[in-house]
């Protein structure tokens, strides 16, 4: 074991612009020469859903490097840690090798970042999904408490992390779960519900039985703070891996925008919403581009800045 030393460290908030209202990320900026071990005894003690370590990029083409731990073991890749991460290596002095544009190295290779004021915005890495089979979504669904009627897609979804996505009928539905996470952990599922923002005018109610209506239509806002419309709300439970619900996940928001989109339950620029069950406020700005590429955005704030001994 390598003799601990003090190393600069950042506990950030992510997917928000006020701190303590969206994910928290503890960040070690200089990761070097600390073993699999330590990563993850420090990953344990802290308690986040995740904990990243920076290290010098192996890759040319990477601007710095990451490794990711959530308190149970590594992941190859996670949304609000790139964020997060990003966020602490910049504001600790990080050079970007091209203007307006980060490149972050990890366990799924590389992760294009860019900048548009002081919002970061990850590209989502390739997404595998299958339909599951019904015997599986009926028991994913009964976990969750939610009825047949109540489901209007599902799929397997695996951009690094593997998420079982499932799309409801609004987003009363979503706010109002209330799963049975140890069936959830007995069938070794993490699973992602969403649901748009039910229409409180009767006369959509039709258009709702229509997914180009429901991703198109003249949906009902939900007031964000700053006057936008909150498009979607999510909620992720990941008992197998020992979070009950995360408050804010960029993976499967990511997972999520590329299955929606290209099925058209919704528009190819759109504003998530999670953690509202949690006493939290997180925004996920969603965007494809004129190439057809996923953006990930959101705002991260540094609550804890300073030093930790490692």
Not at 8 to 36: C, E, M, S
Not at 174 to 193: C, F
Not at 227 to 255: W, Y
Request: glycine fraction near 10%; proline fraction near 7%.
């Amino acid at each position: 074991m390598n003799p601990m030393k003090s190393r600069p460290f950042k506990q950030v908030d992510v997917f928000t612009a006020t701190a303590y209202y969206g994910n928290p990320l503890a960040v070690v900026i200089d990761g070097q020469d600390l073993d699999d071990a330590a990563m993850q005894r420090f990953a344990q003690w802290t308690n986040l859903s995740e904990t990243t370590f920076l290290l010098p990029p192996t890759d040319p083409a990477a601007d710095y490097r990451v490794r990711i731990f959530t308190p149970g073991g590594e992941l190859p890749f996670a949304g609000h840690p790139t964020i997060g991460s990003c966020h602490a290596w910049l504001q600790a002095g990080g050079k970007p090798k091209a203007a307006g544009m980060v490149v972050q190295q990890c366990g799924a290779g590389l992760v294009p970042l860019r900048r548009d004021g002081s919002r970061l915005a990850f590209a989502a890495p390739p997404l595998k999904r299958s339909a599951p089979s019904p015997a599986l979504l009926a028991k994913v669904a009964g976990a969750l408490g939610l009825k047949a009627q109540q489901v209007i897609a599902a799929q397997v979804l695996d951009n690094g992390p593997v998420w079982f996505g499932l799309l409801v009928n609004d987003a009363d539905a979503v706010l109002a779960l209330q799963p049975d996470h140890r069936a959830l952990k007995e069938l070794g599922v993490k699973a992602g519900v969403a649901g748009v923002p039910a229409a409180h005018d009767t006369s959509l109610l039709i258009g709702r039985s229509n997914r180009e209506a429901r991703a198109f239509g003249n949906r009902p806002a939900v007031p964000n703070e700053d006057g936008t419309r909150i498009d979607l709300e999510v909620r992720a439970f990941a008992e197998p891996i020992g979070v009950q619900e995360d408050p804010v996940t960029g993976s499967l928001n990511a997972s999520l925008a590329e299955w929606l989109i290209a099925d058209g339950h919704m528009p190819e620029r759109y504003l998530a919403a999670q953690g509202q069950c949690l006493g939290r406020a997180g925004r996920v700005y969603i965007e494809r581009d004129a190439e057809g590429r996923i953006w990930v955005g959101g705002d991260a704030v540094t609550c804890v800045d300073g030093s930790v001994t490692l």
